[in-house]
């Protein structure tokens, strides 16, 4: 018997050709602050996955990088509203400390 499952799960499918520029595309249109800042941070986490892409023949670390930024981007309007809105979460509790 066997300890391995028997089929496993089937992974989500790949982002469209175009999405990394699309994703470049949606950044650059930011404010000045946010841009700057995301931009590098987009461009680091590309070129990490390319180099990884590169030496491993999987596509899988690109798509991964595109998935983690349509999320960021997608949420970043309601943390936004969340900021504006005075909620804020100072006072929670550090994990560290218990």
């Not at 982002?15 to 249109?29: K, M």
């Not at 987009?42 to 390319?50: G, I, N, V």
């Not at 991964?64 to 999320?71: G, I, L, M, S, Y």
Request: hydrophobic share 40%.
């Amino acid at each position: 018997m066997s300890a391995q499952p028997e089929h496993l799960p089937a992974p989500p499918p790949a982002p469209a050709p175009r999405a990394a520029a699309r994703l470049l595309t949606r950044i650059r249109s930011q404010e000045e602050e946010r841009r700057t800042r995301w931009l590098q941070a987009f461009e680091r986490d590309w070129a990490k996955a390319l180099d990884d892409s590169r030496q491993t023949y999987d596509l899988t670390p690109l798509h991964e990088v595109v998935r983690a930024w349509q999320v960021r981007l997608d949420s970043a309007p309601a943390v936004d509203a969340f900021v504006a809105g005075g909620m804020n979460d100072e006072d929670g509790i550090d994990l560290d400390r218990l």
